[in-house]
C-alpha cells in the first residue's frame, strides 16, 4: 500500500521567511530592481546580439569582405602601438607628477583636462584642427610656408596614426593617476638608503620602483587593453572609418554594417572580439584574485 504525501504550499512558504531574517528580506528587496536592470540592458542585449550572430553565413561573408580583414588589423596595431606607448608614457610621467612642487601640482590639473573633458567635443576639436580647409593646422601651415597643407584625414595611415595619439592623449592621465598612485605606496626609506648608497636615479627605478610597481602595472596594461578594443570614439569622431573604410576598428566595423542594413554581420563582428577580449577578461581577474 502506497502512502501519499501533500504538501501544504502555505507552510513551505512560511518556513522559507522563516529562515530568512528581516535584514535578509529587505537584502533581497533592494537588489531586486539591479538584477531586473541587469538582466534587461546586460544579458538580453548580448543574448539577442548573439542569437542574430548565430548564422555560420554571417562569418562566412565577413571572412570574404576585404574592410573586415584591415578592420582586424587596424585593431591589432591600435592596441600593440597605442596601450605600449600609453602606458610606458604614463610610468614615467606619474614619477614626475608626484614630485610635491606648486608648479606641478598646477600643472596637473591642466594636465587631467583631456581625460576630464567629454570625449566628443575634445575629439571633433582635433578634427577641426586638421581640416584641410579651413583648420587651424593647415592655416598656420600657409601662414609660414604659403603652401597649403595635406588633407591629413584622407591618408588612410595617417588617419589611424592620429586616431592613436587621440587615444593616446585622451586617456593617458586617466593612467597616469593610477601609476601615481603605486608611486605613492613605496616607502621613502628605500629610496634615501638607495641615496645613500649613491644610486642613480635608473638604479632607483630599476631596483626598487620596477619591482614595486611590477603588478599593478601589468593589472593596468590588461584592463586599458579591453577598453581599448571598445573604444569607439577615438576612430568614428575622428576619420568616421574613412577614407573609403580604410580606418576601420572592430569596435567601429558594426556601425558600418548596419548603416547598409546588414544586422547579423554587425553583430557577428562584434562576437569576433570576444577572442581576444575573454583571455584578457580572465588573466585580469586570475591576476586580480591573487
Known sequence: MTAITYTNPDATSRSLSARLSTPQVWGIVMLAPYVLVFLAFVVYPISYGLWLARHPASYVALYNDPVFARAVV???????IGINVKMMIALFLSGFFVQSRSWIRWLSVLF????????????????????????????????FTAE???????????????????????????????????????????????????????????????PSMQTLYL?????SMIWTLGDFNSVYLLTGGGPADLTHVLSTLGIRYLRLDQLDLAMASI???MPLVLPLVYFMMKRLSR
Open 74 to 80: 587596424n585593431t591589432l596595431i591600435f592596441l600593440i
Open 112 to 143: 587631467i583636462l583631456p581625460w576630464a573633458v567629454p570625449s566628443i567635443p575634445t575629439i571633433l576639436s582635433v578634427r577641426f584642427m586638421f581640416n584641410p580647409e579651413w583648420g587651424v593646422i593647415n592655416n598656420l601651415i600657409f601662414k
Open 271 to 273: 562576437v569576433c572580439a
Open 219 to 223: 593589472t593596468c596594461t590588461l584592463l
Open 148 to 210: 597649403d597643407g595635406p588633407n591629413w584625414l584622407n591618408d588612410p595611415t595617417i588617419g589611424l596614426t592620429l586616431a592613436i595619439l587621440v587615444h593616446i592623449w585622451k586617456s593617458l592621465p586617466f593612467w597616469t593617476m593610477i601609476l601615481m598612485t603605486g608611486r605613492l605606496a613605496i616607502s621613502t626609506d628605500m629610496f634615501e638608503a638607495a641615496d645613500v648608497d649613491g644610486a642613480s636615479w635608473w638604479q632607483k627605478f630599476r631596483f626598487i620602483t620596477w
